[in-house]
């Protein structure tokens, strides 16, 4: 938790504690403390609750009052979005009447015996999950005895969310590393054994070529770095698409012919923008690259580019083996592949298209991807003709 958190869930704990203690002073008739105002200017025992409780009901966070008996007292608006209920008609309900959650009423009755607690906790709502973080605590009475307790709940979702994706970007860097080294080792080892020079014909070059995918893959890492945190750099110049497109595509039509795949270039019109012409090379290299990996010979791959409004329209086509649709959300996260037993062979480690989409959104733009299984996919960019900002 952030400092910055930890003072929020302190104020809100103080809040609280401040409310419920008015309560039960007004409740009691009691006398205000030793450090109540002066004589003169006396403030009753129940403007506490009139001062404190409409910050609680304006806190961003969930505040949840339950008495000894497990029965709700309070509960603010944001309360009653996160558990789904009506606050207003959640008191002198059961906690498990108002929120049907074991582990929460667990936790209050641990409360009740004075063991306070901070732990996350997983809703479904509306078929969507989300993760919040509850803290419990026992609100004390004079005689020190647990007779409220105070339940602080915000959502973490979002951080839950990061946390995943840290340790899986971890988990895929260290298997898409592992796997060249791994063949590098044994290849050197095997040379150290076996000296004869067919021996180092024929497994140098192979380490060689895991040398150049793992230098690959870390040049992959840092784009995607700095696309992500936003310092990807662009060299702008008035940029025709064709004069970009047409090498690259002919430095790989050798590979579509070995291949089987007919790959062509269609400039429907003329269409100039301001960019960075080696970074839209490495577009167009990623998009080609990636229908080759996935069309079988016979296929046919056709880049098009066009305008369209104010928007410069290029498009890859392909007659692939198409993705399948609760894939296609995910195609542009790092390091996600459709079906990785398949990418091993291909080559691919799921930076291609996050890379290409950091480099369209730098340069204001837009993707959008559209398939059908076995019958091939179009990636679609718009950039806009007019000036980009520097």
């Known amino acids: 938790m952030t400092p910055a958190e930890w003072s929020l869930l302190a104020l809100a704990a103080g809040i609280v504690a401040g409310l419920a203690l008015g309560r039960v002073r007004a409740l009691r008739h009691e006398p205000p403390p030793v450090s109540a105002p002066p004589p003169q200017a006396p403030v009753p025992p129940a ?41 207003e008609r959640a008191i002198a309900l059961h906690i498990i009447e108002a929120v049907p959650n074991v582990e929460l009423e667990r936790r209050i009755a641990d409360a009740l015996r004075g063991e306070g607690s901070v732990a996350p906790l997983m809703l479904t709502r509306a078929r969507v999950a989300r993760t919040y973080r509850v803290s419990v605590y026992p609100l004390t009475d004079e005689n020190q005895e647990s007779s409220r307790v105070v339940v602080i709940s915000d959502d973490q979702t979002a951080l839950a969310r990061l946390d995943r994706a840290r340790k899986e970007f971890l988990s895929n860097v260290s298997h898409e590393l592992r796997t060249p080294l791994a063949s590098i080792k044994l290849m050197l080892e095997t040379v150290l054994e076996v000296p004869e020079q067919e021996a180092r014909e ?19 890492l840092l784009e995607q770095a700095r696309a992500e945190s936003g310092q990807l750099k662009l060299a702008l110049r008035d940029v025709d698409l064709e004069e970009v497109a047409r090498p690259i595509v002919s430095s790989l039509e050798q590979q579509a012919s ?25 577009v167009f290299v990623n998009l080609i690259d990636n229908a080759l990996r996935h069309t079988a010979e016979g296929g046919r791959i056709r880049v098009e580019i066009d305008a369209r409004d104010s928007d410069a329209v290029l498009r890859v086509r392909d007659t692939g083996e198409g993705i399948p649709y609760r894939d296609l959300p995910h195609i542009f996260e790092r390091f996600y592949v459709v079906d990785r037993s398949r990418t091993r062979s291909t080559g691919g480690a799921g930076l291609g298209l996050a890379i290409v989409k950091g480099i369209v959104d730098a340069h204001g733009g837009a993707i959008s991807a559209e398939s059908m299984l076995g019958r091939g996919t179009a990636f679609t960019i718009r950039l806009p003709i007019m000036r980009i900002k520097r």
Not at 202 to 220: E, K, N
């Open 258 to 282: 070995n291949k089987g795949v007919s790959l062509e270039l269609a400039a429907l019109r003329p269409v100039r923008v301001e960019a960075d012409p080696d970074r839209l090379a490495q």
């Open 202 to 220: 024929l497994f140098v070059p192979q380490a060689l070529a895991q040398v150049d995918r793992l230098t690959a893959l870390v040049g992959q």
């Open 47 to 87: 403007s506490v609750e009139g001062t404190f409780a409409p910050l609680v009901r304006a806190l961003p966070l969930g505040v949840i009052i339950v008495n000894r008996t497990c029965h709700v007292e309070f509960a603010n608006a944001a309360a009653g979005a996160i558990f789904g209920f009506d606050p």
